[in-house]
């Protein structure tokens, strides 16, 4: 106790208590003596005070200012000690039993001093954090060594964290500015619950989900109480084992009643891109993500370089900070870590400067140099901002599954591994065939379900022993452990045995409120514990909801309770309203179909985010065994059901027919039972069924079964893709390929073939087809394919015989392509191998599921000429955007082709054409895939080709925001936080420093070969609304145009005699000024220095920031980014210049009309300002080489020039990197135009003469040209401060860049 400075005669206590209820003691002279040893007052109550420590908020706050860094490997840190058994033994374990040797976590107990020095060693490297020495903290890990006692395992974790805490004090007494913080490191044990140690049985495991738990609970509490500030769930090679861990954490923290910051860390074992237990990075993600982690990433198994594009996929999917801690490189021969601190450094350096990471340290091999070199990497580079996440419902097996419902039409759930819902499932269980009961699972899958629903409820089964077993063996076969479980059970134990047998995010079904409130919600905190998703039923206390209002408030008073207490994600929530049977004879049961599609939309509009599913087999129970109705009556409710917003269902995927080919009369007996138009309808219906053929496959009478084989041989073709039918396709494209109406083999594939699948397209996309179906046409089409495949190769072998010399000539040209990451479906990148094969490309197909490292690696293989990439699934086309941004960064230039069902132009040009510099192209099919890489391969033809697709998805961007009419802002403050970066102090980055500072006058510009040479005589012809269609699109290719060719010709010689004469009778004069000046930015200005001394400011340019939402994880770019900030210490420059050629116009122009000659005054106005564009061209070469010379050794075409191949930018105020004009009159004023050169500015910032052209020069090679676009009232407000401007002023100025009506 120590006396009260402040308050005299009062007391404190001088002790730093650990974070959580603590109990005091004290004595108080008087009448009543307290006992110091009981915490209790004299009137009986306890003292009990809650220390609390807001560790969130500070350590947010510099997550969000700065990179932390954590330590680095402790095990090689404590291998350099070479201690011996009695170092590890101790006082306290002297005569134990075991060998204790490697046991490096009771070090914290018998050699303190070691590890306590190693934390000192990292935190004087620079750590932020430091881990305690508990890797292997569980009573499970310390069996090994025969500690596993509660007292053994409680001792080590508190020792552990009490060391580490004496290190962070002494380091915070040294440098009281900096905090730092102990994490208490939970490593993922030595046993794992989704992989069984017996080959012979794999569905055994070496322990259960429940003592994992146990274990690290025991662990947890022990860190708690040791007073560690966060919890690192770590190493997790085994997602299961995390989710025990996190269960763990979640109960603890209820039990203590506070809580600390928690961080995971997974492990990807290879460049598979998986864990051990063999989940994807993302679905590893998907499955934790219920934690709500501060941080969230990756550490161990990989290097930095292996690492980065795992890492990548977290940064772009959590909305948690990143960490990350990669090993120093990958093992030797010996088992020991190569890289060198430097090494280290910078293969990490692109995760701070990339900004992926908030957190960075080290794993294996890594020691203090290699932290310290990483200190001096991420100083003053700016942390990953938190991007905002789309909310989604999000599953996971081995592989993510993210529902989106603008391209997912409907999620099908298998139901045939449901002993309620399949006779055979339930023989086969029954009789102990678990083999049988795999391969149903796995038919499923194949047939395109994607998610499996598994339920044992069986009065004579052992329903928690069978969910048990059967959930092991899933999660032991790759091939349906790829997707979402659906645990399936009406007893909540039974639930819970199959949560903890599987590693991915599930779905639980189903949970009521038929027991009350109390039940639901504790039903609903544990399965958020389990971090899955759920069913709710629309049944409650007073019984199963039939009516649309029963079943709309039974769902919304649930969805209350689960967002509002139990704090479920709205996305996780799955509302199942009940479709009931109907055309059973009873008027009430009459109308339940369409309450059921009434109450869907209205729960869905009442409880956002909330998803609607069903048994859709209910709805036909009254015509069972009669096959063709109850086909027909699942696909039409099906169909409604869809349109009114149901998002999934348990149906079983054969028992769906294509809705636009159920038979019209079946139809509308169907529609009118499920619609309720009549109230005859049950009878019609039993009269039509009596005359169908109970056991056909579709409606169709028996006499009409198979009268689609008279069709001609494209029509069965077409009929066999459709319905899915592979019996006849092999017989029916023989019969094309012999008929003698296709010359060749691949004409079978690209006519007949291709126009089946296309149908099968649009079928998919409108609706009326799904998944299943579309993977059974599939299935055809290879069949299909690979009967004709030999005859193809036959053929190519006859031509290289006819033709010998064909065998020496090189292929058309390497085209790499390959199913994305996530995807299974190939048949459309095989089709496309198989077509460009045959016309003498070399093609290197990488098969499916491809890593993009995989792809990267293959182009650089194969010396790639062209890389295309395919999907099936939507979340493909993210990873598609995820390779074009890696072929970016990795510097390929090389086309790239995206195809597959769910890809299209508009996506293409939206999301994937704007990350990737080279040309990227759509391709619509198959038969396609030639022309396309012909002309792109072709060196007559690319430039044009590419650049009539470049000017079409430019136009697509455009059309796709217009028409977004609630199209999303960042507030200028997150802007700012997620600008362009640049690294300048890499050598690369460094400015030049300008030859020349101030400014340089050209009075009188010759007008010679140089300057027209560099005229763009593009613009010229669209001034006179003259434009070639492709492939004679632009300049000179334009004059072979059909429609437009001859008058573009005789135009462009009228402009040449126009512009001899003024070159020879020199009538126009060039007039311009370059001025060069040190410079910096600060913020979004940039400030302009008198000289190198930079000591004032003469001016300041100010620029705008981009604000509307991006659609990939692009920066909001300002031309501020493109100069070193001020608080770099890096001194860079900034150019500008103007420039004039309509000195002499005024005159020409006057004599022109005085002749009344419109054609030649417009004329000559049009050339003048294709000079003055030339001239800036020519004008800002010269910067570039001589005058500021940063780019000294440039040797560029004309026609390069006018590509804007060079390094730098030369942006003008008014357009679209800079849209405000009133930033010339610094121009003007700094340079003294108009004093110089004659150039005037008028009032309204229009320069004259007319035929003039201003702008900024920016040398950095990062830097580039960019659309502000729309901004908000929040960045005018700001701007107009800024520059000392009215804000009504700004808005006028503005006025067509706001988002807003001033």
């Not at 990958?330 to 090494?343: A, C, K, R, S, V």
Request: hydrophobic share 40%; aromatic share 8%.
């Amino acid at each position: 106790m120590k006396p009260s400075a402040a308050s005299p005669g009062q007391f404190y206590i001088d002790y730093t208590c650990p974070q959580g209820p603590i109990e005091y003691s004290f004595i108080v002279d008087g009448a009543s003596r307290i006992d110091p040893e009981s915490p209790t007052n004299a009137d009986g109550t306890k003292n009990v005070a809650m220390v609390r420590r807001d560790l969130f908020e500070s350590l947010e706050a510099m997550m969000r200012q700065r990179i932390l860094l954590l330590d680095g490997a402790m095990g090689t840190m404590i291998q350099r000690h070479k201690l011996r058994e009695e170092d590890f033994r101790g006082e306290r374990w002297k005569t134990h039993s075991n060998d204790l040797k490697g046991n490096n976590d009771i070090l914290v107990i018998t050699r303190p001093d070691v590890i306590e020095g190693i934390h000192s060693e990292y935190l004087d490297a620079g750590s932020d954090i430091i881990e305690t020495n508990t890797f292997n903290g569980t009573c499970i890990s310390q069996a090994d060594y025969e500690l596993q006692a509660e007292e053994e395992v409680v001792l080590i974790n508190i020792e552990a964290v009490k060391v580490a805490l004496r290190a962070t004090a002494k380091s915070m007494q040294k440098d009281p500015t900096r905090p730092r913080f102990v994490a208490g490191a939970v490593g993922p044990t030595n046993k794992t619950l989704s992989v069984s140690p017996s080959v012979e049985n794999p569905a055994f495991r070496a322990c259960t989900f429940d003592e994992i738990v146990d274990a690290y609970k025991m662990q947890v509490h022990a860190l708690l109480e040791g007073g560690a500030d966060i919890l690192l769930v770590e190493t997790i090679f085994d997602t299961l084992n995390a989710k025990a861990a996190l269960y763990a954490v979640d109960q603890v923290f209820e039990e203590v009643g506070y809580d600390v910051p928690v961080m995971i860390s997974g492990t990807i074992v290879d460049n598979s891109g998986r864990t051990l237990s063999g989940q994807t990075g993302e679905a590893f993600l998907v499955s934790v993500s219920h934690a709500r982690a501060m941080a969230i990433g990756l550490n161990c198994a990989l290097g930095a370089r292996d690492m980065r594009p795992y890492v990548d996929t977290i940064n772009k999917l959590t909305d948690s900070f990143v960490i990350c801690y990669p090993n120093a490189g990958l093992p030797n021969t010996f088992g020991g870590y190569d890289e060198t601190p430097q090494q280290f450094a910078e293969n990490v350096r692109d995760f701070a400067t990339g900004g992926l990471v908030n957190v960075l340290g080290g794993c294996c091999g890594t020691t203090p140099d290699h932290i310290r070199a990483v200190s001096g990497i991420v100083e003053g580079v700016r942390p990953r901002p938190r991007p905002v996440v789309r909310n989604l419902l999000r599953v996971s097996g081995l592989e993510p599954f993210n529902y989106t419902p603008e391209t997912i039409p409907f999620i099908n759930i298998g139901e045939r591994c449901n002993v309620a819902g399949s006779s055979i499932f339930k023989k086969a269980v029954m009789a102990g065939n678990w083999d049988k009961a795999l391969s149903i699972a796995i038919a499923q899958v194949e047939a395109g379900a994607q998610i499996i629903d598994i339920n044992f409820d069986e009065g004579l089964l052992d329903s928690v022993a069978a969910m048990t077993r059967f959930v092991n063996l899933l999660v032991s076969e790759p091939d349906v452990a790829k997707v979402p479980f659906m645990i399936d059970s009406s007893k909540f134990h039974v639930v819970e045995a199959g949560l903890k047998c599987s590693q991915g995010k599930c779905i639980v079904n189903s949970i009521s409120l038929k027991e009350g409130e109390a039940a639901f919600k504790a039903h609903a905190r544990t399965i958020k514990r389990h971090g899955a998703a759920v069913v709710v039923m629309a049944f409650d206390e007073e019984g199963q909801a039939a009516t649309e209002e029963d079943k709309v408030r039974i769902c919304q008073r649930a969805y209350n309770m689960l967002v509002d207490e139990v704090g479920f994600n709205p996305e996780d929530i799955i509302f199942d309203p009940n479709i009931l049977t109907i055309a059973t004879g009873l008027e009430e049961h009459a109308n339940y179909a369409v309450d059921f599609f009434r109450a869907t939309t209205r729960i869905k509009a009442l409880c956002p985010g909330a998803k609607i599913s069903g048994g859709v087999s209910n709805i036909s129970f009254s015509f069972r065994g009669n096959e063709p109705v109850r086909r027909a009556f699942h696909s039409v409710f099906l169909y409604h059901a869809i349109k009114a917003g149901m998002d999934m269902g348990i149906v079983n995927a054969g028992q769906i027919d294509i809705y636009d080919d159920i038979p019209k009369e079946l139809l509308d007996h169907v529609e009118d039972c499920v619609l309720n138009r009549r109230p005859d309808a049950t009878e019609r219906m039993l009269e039509l069924a009596a005359r169908l053929d109970p056991k056909a496959g579709g409606g169709a009478d028996k006499s009409e079964k198979d009268a689609w084989r008279e069709l001609p041989v494209e029509k069965r073709l077409a009929h066999s893709l459709v319905k899915g039918i592979d019996q006849y396709v092999v017989a029916d494209v023989e019969e094309a390929r012999t008929c003698g109406q296709y010359v060749r083999p691949l004409h079978i594939i690209e006519g007949p073939l291709m126009d089946g699948m296309n149908v099968v397209g649009d079928l998919f996309g409108a609706g009326k087809m799904f998944l299943p179906q579309v993977i059974k046409s599939a299935r055809v089409m290879k069949r299909a394919v690979a009967h004709l495949i030999p005859f193809m190769e036959k053929e190519k072998e006859e031509a290289r015989l006819a033709n010998p010399e064909v065998e020496q000539a090189a292929n058309a040209g390497t085209v790499v392509i390959a199913t994305v990451k996530g995807d299974v479906h190939d048949i459309g990148k095989n089709i496309v191998a198989v077509v460009l094969g045959c016309n003498n490309y070399k093609v290197v197909d990488l098969g499916v599921m491809v890593p993009c490292a995989k792809i990267l690696d293959a182009c650089r293989e194969h010396k790639a000429d062209v890389v295309g990439l395919s999907g099936l699934i939507t979340p493909s086309l993210d990873e598609m955007v995820t390779v074009a941004k890696e072929l970016e960064r990795e510097g390929f230039k090389i086309p790239l082709l995206i195809g597959g069902a769910t890809t299209s132009r508009m996506h293409t040009a939206v999301k994937i054409e704007p990350v990737y510099s080279g040309a990227t192209i759509h391709v619509l099919d198959a038969s396609r895939s030639v022309p396309v890489v012909s002309s792109l391969l072709d060196p007559t033809a690319t430039d044009d080709f590419v650049t009539d697709v470049r000017e079409t998805y430019a136009e697509l961007r455009e059309e796709h925001y217009a028409g977004l009419q609630d199209r999303k802002y960042v507030p200028i403050g997150k802007a700012r936080e997620l600008k362009f970066q640049i690294d300048w102090k890499l050598p690369e980055n460094l400015p030049a420093v300008p030859n020349v500072l101030g400014t340089k006058v050209y009075k009188d510009y010759p007008i010679n070969e140089e300057l027209i040479s560099a005229i763009d005589w593009n613009p010229f012809f669209q001034v006179w609304q003259l434009r070639g269609r492709y492939p004679n699109r632009g300049y000179p290719k334009i004059f072979n145009d059909e429609t437009v060719g001859q008058e573009a010709k005789k135009l462009f010689d009228d402009a040449q005699a126009m512009l001899r004469d003024i070159v020879e009778n020199k009538k126009l004069t060039v007039r311009g000024i370059v001025g060069i000046y040190p410079a910096n930015s600060v913020g979004d200005d940039i400030v302009l220095y008198k000289d190198e001394s930079r000591s004032e400011v003469v001016e300041t340019m100010h620029t705008l920031r981009q604000q509307a939402e991006k659609e990939n994880d692009e920066p909001y770019m300002a031309l501020s980014d493109f100069i070193a900030p001020a608080t770099t210490g890096v001194k860079d420059y900034l150019g500008m210049f103007v420039v004039s050629s309509g000195f002499g116009l005024e005159e020409m122009v006057q004599k022109f009309k005085e002749d009344n000659d419109d054609f030649s005054y417009i004329m000559a106005e049009a050339i003048a300002d294709r000079l003055a564009e030339a001239a800036a061209e020519v004008l800002h070469r010269e910067v570039r080489k001589e005058v500021w010379g940063f780019a000294k050794e440039e040797d560029l075409s004309v026609d390069e020039l006018l590509k804007v191949k060079y390094q730098g930018i030369r942006p003008a105020p008014g357009y679209p990197s800079q849209p405000d004009h009133t930033e010339k009159p610094v121009m003007w004023k700094l340079m003294e135009v108009e004093e110089e050169t004659g150039i005037q500015l008028t009032e309204s910032m229009a320069m004259l003469p007319a035929a003039s052209v201003s702008g900024l020069i920016f040398a950095a090679p990062k830097s580039q040209y960019f659309a502000v676009g729309k901004i908000l009232g929040d960045q005018v407000g700001d701007y107009a401060q800024r520059k000392g401007m009215p804000v009504a002023e700004a808005e006028k100025w503005l006025g067509p860049m706001l988002n807003y009506e001033p």
